[in-house]
């Protein structure tokens, strides 16, 4: 009795916490999920992982014989035990529960071990046991530790693991102020350098080889480069960018300005305009591609009946067969989706804006002209930068569009779908590469030169 009353009395000196074991659980769910996806569930192949297995047997592909519906429950029990793991991490106050909660999700992804080991029989079930790969081990293993941490649940063991956790914290080495932020920044630095910078290394060695995306790449030094600058349909490529990116870079920072000004105002029903010119950048560019092919069909497209219908002409233009007029029409249906985003953009910088400076240019005089340009436009010159970049960034790497609308044809290729054509449908990999490079060597060319000037004013500001 006197253990009891101790026991009771320590556990109200000492709240249960429920953080760490949550947290564990987290980590559980997502090392089931990755090993569920990305590594072998049989044998040694990646190809031959969990997720590929769970839809085979969904859609009763080749491989149904090799694995259960109750494979199923692997993915969901992670999923459900994430979700609970990071209510309890965000609420704080249901932990017992969610803990309970989660032993039973790795209760219901474990029944498919059970079912296989304990339950089933024959010669399939036996060359499935003999044919388990590692992400079939390492999932098991995680479901374990997804049931373990039920254990701090107990209140003993929950105290003790808190004494545990607290010894160890100050035990553990001193870290130097000036280190942290370093710290919380090599993460998402190394998934940069793995996902990002690194591939773009490749990209420019790739360019300096003769490769088809199969055998091994052949070192040819330039003369990917030297055939690139030789041949017309990079001329053209190059051509409709820079159209594309002087376009770009004026009518939709023109009109994104210009509604932006008009609905910083209170005007009736802005909201409403808002959301409609911003709507647009719901849809995704594929969509926008299939939209606008319907708006330039020439014998039912909303443009070609408008001018039929109130008898401007009978013969009207084949918008996208007309190689005079398909890589325009590209462009503008590009710019109805742009113009909302800056749109967007200038409208937080108008609402960032000190009042009492637009109150002080009123004051001398100025009208709304002159208040627009002497003191609003310079403001937002930090915004105006941020709209350039995006601006030279989309339209060099437009692909899209180009690819749904057109393939390419009625001279309106561009250096990304001329690159993505050479690579992936030609497999010259490394000629792919050099278009590669020179796309990015003019994105950086334009981006480069507009910061220098940009912070060159800001420092003599």
Known sequence: MAVKTADRSLRQQEPLDFTSASFLALI????????????????????????????????????????????????????????????NLLSGREGPRASLLILLCSALGLYYYADLYFIRSGEVADYMRA????????????????AAQAILAIPQANLL??????????????????????????????????????????????????????????????????????????????????????????????????????????????????VSFYSPLVLSWPVIALVWIWVYHPANGLINSMLTGIGITDNPPGWLADRNLAIYCIIAAATWRQAGYVMVLYLAGLKNLD???LDAGLVDGANRWQLFRHVIFPLLAPVTTIVFIISVIDSLRSFDLVQVMTRGHQATQVLANYMYIEAFNNYRMGFGGAIAVVLFSISLVFVGLYLWVSLKDELEY
């Open 28 to 87: 559980f769910a997502v090392i089931v999920l990755i090993a569920f996806i990305f590594l072998p569930w049989m044998w040694t192949e990646a190809k031959y992982n969990g997720a590929r297995l769970m839809s085979d047997v969904l859609v009763a592909g080749s491989l149904k014989n090799f694995g259960t519906i109750q494979l199923v429950m692997i993915p969901i029990a992670a999923l459900a035990a994430g979700g609970i793991a990071m209510w």
């Open 161 to 274: 693991w808190q004494r545990v956790g607290q010894r160890l914290s100050s035990r553990r080495p001193s870290v130097p102020q000036k280190a942290v932020p370093y710290l919380f920044l090599a993460g998402p630095l190394a998934l940069y350098i793995v996902w990002v910078l690194a591939p773009t290394i490749y990209t420019f060695y790739l360019s300096l080889t003769n490769w088809d995306g199969v055998t091994t790449p052949v070192y040819v030094g330039l003369r990917n480069y030297e055939t690139l600058f030789k041949q017309s349909a990079f001329t053209e490529s190059l051509s409709n960018n820079v159209r594309w990116l002087a376009i770009f870079i004026t009518v939709p920072t023109t009109l994104g300005l210009g509604l932006a000004m008009i609905f910083n105002t209170d005007m009736r029903g802005g909201n409403w305009y808002k």
């Open 355 to 357: 009042p009492a400076l």
């Open 131 to 146: 044919n388990v790969g590692i992400g079939f081990k390492v999932a098991f293993v995680a479901l374990i530790g997804l």
